[in-house]
């Protein structure tokens, strides 16, 4: 496909996997590890700032309609009371992940514990607080997208290959 008829192949946009969603722009500065991590395995995402106490009607729409516009699960980033992976949980059947957010004297393991404790059959998969949390997010996602997509569990089995060899070149390099 020629752009403005300049003769350049422009690549489709691809459709989108996972939704990234924070309840307010200043999550954000975490959330771009997750965004940056699934970018590496060329994953296709969508980030959203819809707050679970601000904007509830527009959260709603969003995740009720997440599973047919084609997202496989959400990440979803909150500090402090920590609501928006609780809230998304309970309108969707979709995996959601949650990221705890630095905020206050506690450091996020504030927002952490009030992740945690979600009633039986409302899972929040959580995986830490922030920029480590939001990476470790992305890989769970890479993960769980990996188990029907032989490509990306490939990737991820080179990126854990790698890691391990970083690791033991550390270990070589000690005294």
């Known amino acids: 496909m020629s752009q403005e008829g300049r003769g350049e192949v ?3 946009i691809a459709q989108p996997r996972v939704a990234i969603l ?7 500065g975490v959330m771009v590890e997750a965004a ?3 970018k590496e395995f060329g994953v296709a995402y969508e980030a959203r700032v819809l707050s679970a106490h601000r ?3 527009a959260l709603r729409d969003y ?3 997440a599973r ?3 997202l496989k699960l959400l990440i979803a980033a909150a500090g402090g009371a920590a609501h928006l992976p609780g809230v998304v949980a309970a309108q969707t059947v979709l995996p959601v992940l949650g990221v705890a957010i630095e905020s206050g004297a506690f450091r996020g393991v504030d927002a952490l514990l009030a992740m945690v404790p979600m009633p039986a059959g409302v899972p ?3 995986v830490g607080v922030g920029r480590a949390g939001a990476r470790n997010a992305a890989l769970l996602a890479v993960a769980i997208l990996g188990v029907e997509d032989p490509k990306l569990w490939e990737a991820l089995e080179i990126f854990r290959k790698e890691q391990s060899k ?3 070149g550390q270990d070589l390099e000690l005294p």
């Open 166 to 168: 970083r690791v033991l």
């Open 10 to 12: 422009v690549a489709p």
């Open 55 to 57: 904007t509830p009607e």
């Open 124 to 126: 929040v998969g959580c």
């Open 63 to 65: 995740v009720l309609g």
């Open 22 to 28: 924070v309840g307010s722009s200043s999550d954000w």
């Open 36 to 38: 940056k991590t699934l």
């Open 68 to 70: 047919d516009r084609g």
